[in-house]
């Protein structure tokens, strides 16, 4: 797997290797100040936390490389974990019920993909538009009431594998494994560099732009169900609301894990150890008792940064080509 | 004062990378009330005079005299400040607005006390320019609904009521009529008239010994001499833009030229290309010349099925072929190697491997790569065509234009293929990678390929091809077979001019 690293100048490896020095100071201090950080249990914790945001990230990792964005992957998930609650409350079998989310969550990711490839428009507007749709969708299947479905498929969200290892952060993984995978070693992978480097390139090259684009946010919706499981599992109920803001804690994971906004380079273990430092902030301030009003704050102020941090150091590649 | 010097350039250099300067130490002067015309072949160096002039780039070295002022480089905003107005072929006014406002955009007369625009009183004195000038415009109407022609004239009323003093005109009369020609012409004789000092660029002679006062010929960014037209003919003209050192050209293997095999058939696209119809033979270099704007790129686009054609077919070995898009084209054994590289071929970032790799993957069955065979087949084209990389896995912006092209080459020769395209193929590539790459293309016809070649490099032209079509405004106006000829003879059938006797 080394030759990629060999050729791609210390940036990307850098920046996880600073990501890492980064999370282990924020631990230290957080740490030091509230020890309780550093119990198993905690630290379990973020690793539950951070599974949904995993896969998530995954799928906008595929996009982001291409050239595309999904900001409606929140409301996405609202909508198809709505229909997930809703079904098993029925008493739907599991099975059933998380097929009919998935299929939900990949019609709403390939219905935004569509609409940007049909209307020659950009998928952030489309994804952005999309939010209030999805969302409406949501409110009106449940009439705007809480979907909760306490006791049943909990099993997803509460294994503990020799009492540490979460399930769903097993799962996340796994798809972080499968798109890693596809980004390295398929024909699909080349494509999706391809298309978010040189989109005009890529068509002369014999690549059917549109085709593509629709696989790629088909993987993404998939992803977008998948995770809608897990968090659907972990708290037991679902809402309209559920999954809001995860579009940026994902976009900000790509972009920190070395991804550019511009698409056409990125890895997936930089979104990995991009959620993971997501995590293991969000989880600092909480041990540190910041109001969660401010949390929202940092996160923002996080992904700003991170995005400056990829325009500039994008700039002095290109002064240097 | 109609003598007074208002501009004056010496030394003026410009180069883009590593190759020969795309100017190379240019002086002239230009007077109040002059036409100076700027004449060269594709590439000699005139687009980059306009853009150091009205400050989109900035030269290398050299001084430029504006009115009395001095600098060693401009911004655009210096450059109108000082009077040096550039009216572009693609017209840089605001559609949706109407040509008063487009005449004072930036300098909006107001009513109101600043808050709004006194529409009136703009359209009264845009009404003035426009009848001071002969032209037939109404200043309310929107822009959009205007001509090509009048839209040209507008760009120069708003120059003028910016108070310009030097106007830059490129290729004003190459998508205008015959009516329009003489409108234009007017409407330069009368500007000059008034005291403005014009540069006047054009790949028709006839306009310019209609209009210039002055020629200035460049040839490979050099200044060949600045004459008075009364004092040059168009022949002279002629020689001074394509004489040349005989060093430029390539001495190429003659290859054995077999039957037909690629038919183009009526190929159309409305207003672009008109149906142009021509065939290539087993083992052929067919060369395609003519102006920058006269459609080849188009056509060699409508022969990989990149733009939607309204008629025409492409046979190969007596079967249909025409593609319906690029894939399709590939699949049917076309490749096209495009004018552009980084616009159309390179993936930036990417790797060569990647970069090479890409269409043969996408032919391979199969959705896993084969990265060992592709390895293999990188390093083995790497080998065949020198491409000087560090490592397969080197970004291919990181490489010099020569290697970026040899790359891009190398992606199209992996598959085995019936007709090569090759547009500009040695565009920003330098001497030692160009025989390369011309061999190449030899290599080609002599496995009894066929290859298309358009070029606008004479030496290019008429030392690798077996026969040269012409294009002029979108039309293959002749197949010239290439024997006994030369540039002259070639730069006579691009302009149109015909030879006594032809």
């Known amino acids: 797997m080394g030759t990629e690293g060999k050729a791609t100048p210390s940036l990307l490896r850098s920046q996880w290797f600073l990501l890492l020095i980064v999370m282990i100071i924020i631990a230290a201090i957080t740490g030091g100040i509230n020890p309780r950080f550093f119990r198993i249990n905690n630290l379990v914790n973020v690793l539950e936390q951070i ?10 990792t595929i996009l982001i490389i291409s050239g595309n964005f999904d900001i409606s992957v929140g409301a996405n998930i609202g909508l198809s974990a709505c229909v997930m609650a809703m079904l098993m409350k029925a ?7 998380i097929a009919a989310g998935l299929l939900v969550a990949l019609l709403c990711s390939l219905f935004v993909g569509a609409c940007s490839i049909v209307f020659k428009a950009p998928s952030f507007i489309i994804s ?15 009439q705007a009431t809480l979907q909760t479905i306490y006791g049943k498929f909990e099993g997803l969200g509460s294994t503990r594998f020799f009492g540490v290892l979460p399930l769903i952060f097993i799962l996340s993984l796994g798809v972080y494994g499968v798109i890693g995978y596809v980004l390295r070693f398929t024909k699909l992978g080349r494509r999706i560099y391809a298309i978010g480097s040189n989109e005009r390139a890529a068509y002369l090259a014999g690549i059917g732009i549109n085709f593509n684009k629709l696989v790629f946010f088909g993987i993404n919706g998939l992803l977008v169900g998948i995770g809608a499981m897990m968090l659907l599992s972990r708290v037991g109920a679902a809402q309209p609301s559920t999954g809001a803001g995860i579009e940026l804690q994902a976009i900000g994971a790509v972009v920190i894990g070395g991804t550019p906004m511009m698409g056409g380079k990125g890895r997936i273990v930089g979104t990995f150890f991009g959620v993971l430092l997501m995590g293991v902030i969000s989880n600092a301030l909480n041990m540190l008792q910041v109001s969660p009003y401010f949390q929202d704050v940092t996160f923002g102020l996080l992904i700003i940064f991170s995005v400056a941090v990829s325009a500039l150091s994008q700039g002095r590649s290109r002064v240097a080509a | 004062m109609p003598d007074e010097v208002v501009l004056s350039v010496s030394g003026l250099t410009k180069s883009y990378g590593a190759q020969r300067p795309a100017l190379a130490g240019v002086s002239f002067e230009l007077r109040a009330g002059e036409v100076l015309c700027v004449v060269g072949e594709n590439g000699a160096g ?37 009077g040096v107005a550039t009216i572009y072929q693609d017209v840089e006014l605001i559609d949706s ?13 107001s009513a109101a006390g600043g ?22 415009i109404d200043p309310a109407a929107v822009v959009e609904d205007l001509s090509s022609a009048q839209k040209q004239n507008l760009q120069i009323v708003k120059a003028m009521h910016q108070d310009a003093r030097v106007l830059i005109m490129d290729e004003p009369t190459s998508s ?5 020609k003489r409108s234009l012409m007017a409407l330069v004789k009368d500007l000059r008239a008034r005291g403005i000092a014009l540069i006047y660029i054009s790949h028709y002679l006839e306009e310019v010994f209609e209009i210039g006062d002055s020629i200035l010929i460049l040839k490979d960014g050099e200044r060949v001499g600045v004459y008075r037209r009364t004092e040059v003919d168009v022949d002279f003209v002629i020689r001074s833009m394509v004489g040349r050192d005989a060093s430029l050209f390539f001495r190429r293997e003659k290859v054995d030229i077999g039957g037909v095999r690629v038919e183009v058939k009526d190929m159309h696209w409305p207003g672009v290309v008109d149906h142009v119809s021509f065939e290539v033979r087993a083992g052929e270099i067919f060369g395609i010349g003519g102006l920058v704007g006269s459609g080849r790129s188009e056509l060699a686009g409508l022969l990989y099925g990149m733009h939607p054609r309204s008629a025409g077919q492409l046979f190969l070995d007596g079967r249909r072929i025409t593609p319906r898009n690029p894939k399709d084209a590939i699949r049917k054994g076309v490749r096209f190697i495009t004018e552009d590289r980084k616009k159309y071929a390179m993936f930036g970032p990417r790797s060569v491997r990647e970069n090479v790799a890409i269409v043969h993957n996408e032919l391979a069955g199969g959705p896993v790569l084969a990265l060992r065979k592709e390895r293999g087949l990188t390093a083995q084209f790497i080998e065949k065509l020198h491409i000087a990389v560090s490592d397969q896995a080197q970004a291919i912006d990181s490489l010099s234009g020569g290697n970026q092209q040899k790359v891009i080459i190398a992606r199209w020769m992996i598959e085995d293929a019936d007709l090569y395209i090759f547009d500009e193929p040695t565009k920003g590539v330098d001497v030692g990678a160009k025989q390369e790459i011309y061999k190449l293309m030899v290599d080609f016809a002599r496995h009894g390929k066929c290859v298309i070649m358009i070029s606008s490099d004479m030496p290019e032209l008429l030392s690798l091809s077996d026969r040269i079509g012409v294009m002029r405004a979108g039309r293959m106006i002749k197949v010239i077979e ?3 000829i030369d540039e002259q003879f070639l730069i006579k059938a691009f302009l149109g001019i015909q030879e006594p006797g032809a």
């Open chain 2, 46 to 82: 005139k687009s980059t005079l306009i853009k150091l002039l009205s400050g989109a780039v900035a030269p290398d070295s050299g001084l430029m005299t504006i009115r009395g002022v001095t600098s060693g480089s401009l911004v655009p905003s210096q450059a109108m400040a000082l």
């Open chain 2, 97 to 109: 607005l109407t040509v008063a406002d487009n005449i004072f955009l930036g300098a909006e007369r």
């Open chain 2, 176 to 180: 205008l009529g015959y009516e329009e």
């Open chain 1, 128 to 142: 952005l538009a999309a939010i209030g749709v999805f969302r409406g969708l949501a409110l009106f299947l449940t």
């Open chain 2, 482 to 484: 290439n024997a006994g």
């Open chain 1, 51 to 60: 599974s949904t945001l995993g896969v998530v990230a995954s799928g906008a």
């Open chain 1, 91 to 97: 008493n739907t079998p599991y099975a059933w019920a």
């Open chain 2, 115 to 136: 808050a709004f625009v006194d529409t009136r009183t703009q359209e009264r004195e845009a009404r003035h320019y426009l009848e001071m000038l002969h032209l037939d």
